[in-house]
């Protein structure tokens, strides 16, 4: 009986030891899909450095009234997530020929979210023909955000006026 016991205790053994390692497997598999997952969040989200090349969705838009900068729209000028691009960016938009160009980030908007612009086109027949296009974007400026900027940059008292030569004046002479 001693040796039938032995056994079974060898066969449960095991048979715990193949569920401990299947459920180990397990929880290492979701957790490394999770974190490829968070990863492609992340970089998503992630503010581009100076210089940095990636890759939009672009669509266009023709009407609208004063921009999220206090501007009238006009060509050149596109929206774009400010928490990724914040206005007064300055981007080159590289890979539709007769859109390639500087644009400066002027505009926000709720439907502009994550890794999408929205290009200022003054023909509306023409933005709509453009539709939605992959572009490769290059940062070229990041423009100001007022959540990161702080009071302390600004200086505490007026500069000092300075005083040009008047034209005839004892300067001039």
């Known amino acids: 009986?001693?040796?039938?016991?032995?056994?079974?205790?060898?066969?449960?053994?095991?048979?715990?030891?193949?569920?401990?390692?299947?459920?180990?497997y397990q929880?290492?598999?979701?957790?490394?899909?999770?974190?490829?997952?968070?990863?492609?969040?992340r970089e998503a989200s992630a503010v581009p450095s100076p210089g940095a090349r990636l890759r939009f969705s672009a669509t266009a838009y023709c009407k609208g009234e004063v921009t999220a900068s206090g501007v009238w729209p006009r060509t050149g000028v596109a929206a774009a997530d400010p928490a990724l691009l914040p206005v007064g960016s300055?981007?080159?938009v590289i890979?539709?020929?007769?859109y390639t160009g500087i644009y400066t980030i002027m505009?926000?908007?709720?439907m502009v979210q994550g890794r999408h612009i929205d290009l200022y086109m003054w023909s509306c027949t023409e933005a709509l023909a453009?539709?939605?296009r992959?572009?490769?974007?290059?940062?070229?400026?990041?423009?100001?955000?007022?959540?990161?900027?702080?009071?302390?940059?600004?200086?505490?008292?007026?500069?000092?006026?300075?005083?040009?030569?008047?034209?005839?004046?004892?300067?001039?002479?």
């Open 27 to 41: 929880v290492t598999a979701v957790d490394s899909r999770y974190a490829a997952r968070q990863a492609v969040l």
């Open 1 to 24: 009986m001693t040796q039938v016991t032995a056994r079974w205790h060898h066969v449960v053994a095991t048979a715990i030891g193949a569920i401990v390692i299947a459920l180990l």
């Open 130 to 132: 453009f539709g939605r």
């Open 134 to 173: 992959a572009v490769d974007v290059t940062v070229l400026r990041l423009g100001w955000n007022p959540r990161t900027s702080t009071s302390g940059l600004l200086p505490s008292r007026p500069l000092p006026q300075t005083t040009l030569p008047t034209p005839g004046g004892p300067a001039a002479r």
């Open 107 to 110: 505009d926000t908007g709720p």
């Open 90 to 92: 300055v981007i080159q």
């Open 95 to 98: 890979g539709q020929p007769q």
